[in-house]
């Protein structure tokens, strides 16, 4: 994450845990019915097995800063909430994707419009599961008001996993421009990621990050309203504007 600080954790927990708490607090004061926190699926691990996807009631696992400290406001939040009459629920999102999008997601559309070979053209046996903005902002909007949300938590995902080779050609073919895949294996990836000291970094792609949706759509009767496609496509078209 680029991230300068000498010690991480302590900032992302002054931000994620104790600013959440500032905000609650403050919610609490104003006779709020309900507070919705936007958690993030790293408190359940930074990796799925092959059809194991996260369940928003599996057991916490986080492993790095970032995961920790939203995992420790999840449980601050909770303890405080349940000290007044305030409903408490909890969304975890996958990655998002969106016009704007910037960081590692970003980055890829980069690659493919400029048409660079892509050495993960054998990565399809792998699964991640992401969320275009308009889905979450959708089922955030829900949250709010539903009955069933009431202190719950629930997993936000389009509901398609794809393989990092599949999500490559789905970008590329919102650019207009198909993804160079090179289909280098997995074992030779990984190998060279380790010398480069990148070995975190490359699990992110050749991977698998998988959650099940089923508790969001059982409980509060969703289903994402946009596709991949259309998500993708507007995604694309922000980014090629910004580069117009």
Avoid: H
Wanted: with cysteine; net charge neutral.
């Amino acid at each position: 994450m680029n991230d300068p600080s000498t010690d991480p954790l302590a900032e992302f927990r002054r931000v994620n845990r104790d600013g959440s708490l500032a905000v609650l607090r403050g919610a609490i004061e104003a006779g709020a019915r309900r507070f919705l926190f936007v958690s993030t699926v790293k408190v359940n691990g930074e990796e799925t097995s092959a059809d194991q996807p996260f369940r928003a009631d599996d057991l916490p696992a986080p492993n790095d800063p970032y995961g920790v400290s939203k995992f420790e406001a999840e449980q601050a939040l909770k303890l405080l909430a349940a000290e007044s009459d305030i409903e408490l629920t909890i969304v975890r999102p996958t990655l998002v994707y969106g016009p704007g999008v910037g960081a590692n997601f970003e980055t890829m559309m980069r690659w493919v419009s400029r048409g660079l070979p892509i050495p993960l053209g054998a990565i399809t046996n792998n699964r991640r599961s992401i969320v275009g903005i308009d889905n979450l902002v959708d089922l955030l909007a829900l949250c709010l008001s539903a009955p069933a949300a009431a202190n719950q938590t629930f997993m936000a995902a389009d509901g398609r996993d794809l393989s990092t080779a599949e999500l490559l050609r789905e970008v590329g073919g919102a650019l207009g421009r198909p993804a160079r895949l090179l289909s280098v294996p997995k074992g030779l990836i990984d190998f060279a990621a380790r010398l480069l000291g990148k070995g975190a970094a490359v699990r992110r792609l050749t991977g698998s990050l998988q959650v099940d949706i089923t508790k969001t759509r059982d409980m509060l009767g969703w289903s994402p309203p946009e596709s991949i496609e259309e998500g993708m496509r507007r995604t694309a078209d922000a980014f090629l504007g910004s580069k117009a």
